[in-house]
């Protein structure tokens, strides 16, 4: 499974962030338990009311993180699932999507939490997704990571801190 070896994250200082949330509508079974685990997670970081906005799929959540990031928020999470077909469509979404979210982060400075799920099947997805009976929660995990980089980002910002 690719969640042996994940760090255990702890989090001081991110009370006052600024949170948006970027989460596609495909698969919503898979979406519903993503951006659960995302909420769940900033309600325990005290990151008080995150924005969120749904977009159609993987391929337009750089175009929003980037919206979100240019409007004063401190982390983004960006949040979606692309299941592998019979065509080359999943390696070019999957391409473009990681390639602008990455984009996003180097071009603003404002950190992207990765909820990007690449999965060969929907039964990957859903053991990723952090519905009942998963084995791990990865919009909780991008949530966690924007959230601790941005503390990190005020840190390098603010020596001392």
Not at 128 to 157: I, M, N, Y
Request: net charge negative.
């Amino acid at each position: 499974m690719s969640g042996s070896g994940a760090p255990e994250i702890t989090v001081d200082g991110s009370r006052g962030l600024r949170v948006g949330i970027v989460a596609a509508q495909w698969h919503a079974a898979v979406m519903d338990g993503l951006l659960a685990g995302a909420l769940a997670a900033l309600d325990e970081l005290g990151t008080a009311e995150p924005t969120v906005v749904r977009v159609p799929g993987a391929f337009e959540l750089p175009v929003v993180a980037k919206a979100l990031a240019d409007s004063g928020h401190d982390a983004v999470v960006a949040l979606g699932v692309v299941i592998r077909g019979g065509t080359p469509h999943f390696e070019y979404v999957c391409a473009a999507a990681t390639d602008g979210l990455t984009r996003v982060a180097l071009d603003t400075g404002v950190p992207v939490g990765f909820g990007l799920l690449t999965c060969d099947n929907e039964q990957q997805a859903l053991d990723r997704a952090g519905v009942e009976g998963s084995k791990e929660d990865k919009g909780r995990e991008a949530a966690t990571a924007a959230v601790a980089t941005a503390v990190a980002l005020r840190k390098v910002a603010t020596p001392g801190r």
